[in-house]
């Protein structure tokens, strides 16, 4: 299976902040990568497919980059609808994994 | 608007079966694959299984973690998606949502609200 992993696991930062999530694959996944926000409480919502392509709806703050097995998740200027937790998808291939999660948080 | 609503969970005993339901509306149902998401309580997100649309065959994925307990299926002319699950045991209590797989990029652009499975006695 393909491991996922995050970094860090929870990042405390303030409204107007630019943030970095970091995920890591085990293998090669090309840019079978996607970014999931979940807020407390709410369904997961979808941020960035394939790595880089930003899903119709979601703010221009949000951006995605990487290939292979190094992804990052960037939110240019933090708001307060961002503090939520942050979880990388790969799906390349079955099983289908997640990331553990990283908590942006006040 | 694409819209998905989970129902049938709620308190089982370990070894207990219990069966989910996704309904779905506002697209093509026949036209998606569909997968269950669970979370278990303050953890995180795990895939569960995938079945896919009639052109594929209606094939099915699991995750090791329920393969052989598990089973996904899915009925067109109702719109509707169902985990029927066998031999609960504890680690099986999580929230469980069900996702629709999208074209561009083949992940989930929309998910119901989740149900909650409880398995204890």
């Known amino acids: 299976d393909v491991q996922m992993t995050q970094s860090p696991s929870t990042l405390s930062a303030s409204v107007g902040d630019r943030v970095s999530i970091s995920c890591r694959a085990s293998e090669n996944i090309n840019t079978w990568l996607a970014w999931f926000q979940q807020r407390p409480g709410k369904a997961p919502r979808l941020l960035i497919y394939k790595a880089i392509s930003l899903h119709t709806g979601v703010p221009s703050r949000f951006s995605g980059s990487g290939s292979g097995r190094e992804f990052t998740l960037t939110i240019s200027s933090l708001q307060p609808d961002d503090f939520a937790t942050y979880y990388c998808l790969q799906n390349d291939r079955y099983p289908l994994t997640f990331g553990p999660g990283t908590k942006v948080d006040i | 608007e694409v819209y998905l609503e989970e129902s049938g969970g709620g308190l089982v005993q370990p070894g207990g079966s219990l069966r989910l339901s996704c309904t779905a509306s506002g697209f093509t149902f026949s036209d998606h694959y569909m997968d269950w998401v669970r979370q278990a309580p303050g953890k995180g997100l795990e895939w569960v299984g995938r079945?896919?649309?009639?052109?594929?065959?209606?094939?099915?994925q699991y995750a090791a973690s329920v393969t052989g307990r598990f089973t996904i299926s899915r009925d067109d002319s109702k719109n509707s998606l169902f985990l029927q699950m066998n031999s609960l045991t504890t680690d099986d209590t999580a929230t469980y949502y069900c996702?629709?797989?999208?074209?561009?990029?083949?992940?989930?652009?929309?998910w119901g609200q989740g149900t909650l499975v409880t398995v204890s006695s």
């Open positions: 079945i896919k649309h009639r052109s594929d065959g209606y094939i099915t």
């Open positions: 996702a629709r797989r999208a074209t561009p990029g083949l992940t989930w652009d929309s």
